[in-house]
Nanobody
Framework: QVQLVESGGGLVQPGGSLRLSCAAS????????MGWYRQAPGKQRELVAAITSGGSTDYADSVKGRFTISRDNAKNTVYLQMNSLKPEDTAVYYCTKLKGDRDYEYDYWGQGTQVTVSS
């Protein structure tokens, strides 16, 4: 069983930055593949970024070069640094535990945190 708690969302102007955090409960965090998904109103949930147990990362084309996913295994925490934010990044962001290093489906997720990019 894994519990995930996100924090760090909010309202930011276009071009601004936010850092999302996700604290995971339970042991063996270091062997888990983790991901951030987002869902905008009226749209399907989409993968934003993923990080394997070994630290390899992958990103959606729409956020490459702007977002960075990272993890701190000592703190059981995964982060999403979001720079150069655009209005189209507005969504609820969910921290997820992925099913595997090469499987982007998820089996645990947090409650979500709202990110709103607007002037």
């Amino acid at each position: 069983q894994v519990q995930l708690v996100e924090s760090g969302g909010g309202l930011v102007q276009p071009g601004g930055s936010l850092r999302l955090s996700c604290a995971a409960s339970g042991s063996h965090f270091s062997i888990l593949a983790m991901g951030w998904y987002r869902q905008a109103p009226g749209k399907q949930r989409e993968l934003v970024a993923a990080i394997t147990s070994g630290g390899s990362t992958d990103y959606a084309d729409s956020v490459k070069g702007r977002f960075t996913i990272s993890r701190d295994n000592a703190k059981n925490t995964v982060y999403l640094q979001m720079n150069s934010l655009k209005p189209e990044d507005t969504a609820v962001y969910y921290c997820t535990k992925l099913k595997g290093d090469r499987d982007y489906e998820y089996d645990y997720w947090g409650q979500g945190t709202q990110v709103t990019v607007s002037s």
